[in-house]
């Protein structure tokens, strides 16, 4: 069935650094890729997503990446701030029509004062 | 425009007392998802339902486990005869056209 693998499942950098989280997925009609952000307690913020049709988004400190011959996606997190810490998630529509997505198993990420 | 609603936001049920879980969407959406995290754990999708249907309901338990959106008021989860597994937050999220989701508060359910 469809899947979508995360990596790493844990990730600690040092408050300025980048971060970089990797998702992969196996159906080839998904279309849509969004990522979440969850706050111990709280609930999955949509913090940014992509579409099929372009290669790249950046919404300031934030970008994704979307390649899909290789069928990945990538969340980069630049100059990391404390209060990036969280899960963040990402996701994959199944299919074509973007209803429906499966989400990854997360990634907790750290940072470092 | 609010966000997502749920409520409650707790709930402690005793093993085989049933529980009901309410989900408000946001104003103007028509698509609501129902989804399931265990502890330290991701997002299990459970149910997809619009209007008076059920989309998909492939994440669904076969048993004991239901799901309503009716024409008027909140969509439903309902769990009957609660078993001690049951216990994890129930998100639900809406979206307006079946693209973007947006999660509510969560309601964390106890049982013991």
């Known amino acids: 069935g469809e899947n979508v693998e995360q990596h790493p499942s844990t990730l600690s950098v040092q408050e300025g650094d980048s971060a970089v989280i990797k998702c992969t997925y196996s159906d080839s009609a998904s279309n849509y890729f969004p990522w979440y952000k969850q706050e111990l307690g709280k609930r999955p913020q949509l913090i940014i997503d992509?579409?099929?049709?372009?290669g790249e988004k950046k919404d300031q400190r934030i970008a994704v990446t979307l390649n899909k011959t290789a069928k990945h996606f990538s969340l980069h997190i630049t100059e990391t701030q404390p209060e990036d810490s969280a899960v963040y998630f990402c996701?994959?529509?199944?299919?074509?029509?973007?209803?429906?997505?499966?989400f990854g198993s997360g990634t907790r990420l750290s940072i470092r004062p | 425009n609010a966000g997502v609603m749920q409520n409650p936001r707790h709930l402690v049920r005793r093993r085989g007392q049933e529980a009901r879980l309410r989900c408000s969407p946001m104003k103007g959406h028509s698509h609501v998802y129902w989804y399931r995290q265990l502890p330290e754990e991701g997002l299990k999708f459970m149910v997809y339902?619009?209007?008076?249907?059920?989309?998909?309901e492939s994440g669904m338990p076969k048993e004991r486990f239901s799901a309503e959106f009716p024409k008027e008021g909140p969509s439903i989860l309902r769990i009957q005869q609660v078993v001690r597994g049951d216990s994890a937050a129930y998100f639900c999220?809406?979206?307006?056209?079946?693209?973007?989701?947006?999660f509510g508060p969560g309601t964390r359910l106890t049982v013991t």
């Open positions: 339902l619009q209007k008076e249907n059920i989309i998909d």
């Open positions: 996701a994959a529509s199944i299919g074509s029509s973007a209803s429906k997505i499966i």
């Open positions: 992509i579409r099929s049709n372009v």
């Open positions: 999220a809406s979206s307006p056209q079946g693209n973007e989701q947006y």
